[in-house]
């Protein structure tokens, strides 16, 4: 008896390389919660630090905020990234399934 498995079959879904459409989903909901936490921390004029901000900080913010949103989204963050993906994919199975549409208007 010989069983040729595919090796990718056999490592974890965690361990597996992410397609580009995952990646690009987890990029897209990274973004979405870096903009939620500016909007947070613009919303206060002290800023999370207190007052006094000077361009230091606001370029340390800025980057904190982005390692923080990337660090969520890389966790699962609010599930968005999951639902884009599953739509994304979605639709392009359908493109693919669906019958080429021949145009009515044509002349042959």
């Known amino acids: 008896m010989n069983l040729n ?7 974890p879904p965690a361990e597996r390389a992410p397609s580009k459409l995952s990646d690009a989903a987890r990029q897209f909901e990274s ?7 500016k909007s947070a921390r ?9 007052s006094g901000s ?12 982005t390692q923080f ?3 969520i989204a890389s966790q699962g963050g609010f599930g968005l990234a999951k639902t884009v993906e599953r739509a994304v994919a979605g639709e392009t199975q359908k493109e693919k399934t669906a019958p080429e549409r021949v145009s009515s208007g044509s002349l042959q």
Request: negative net charge.
């Open 54 to 65: 000077d361009s230091g900080e606001e370029s340390a913010m800025s980057f904190a905020e």
């Open 31 to 37: 973004l979405l919660i870096g903009e939620m936490l």
């Open 5 to 11: 498995l595919d090796p990718a079959l056999l490592t």
């Open 69 to 71: 949103a990337q660090a």
């Open 42 to 50: 613009e919303s206060n004029p002290d800023g999370w630090l207190g």
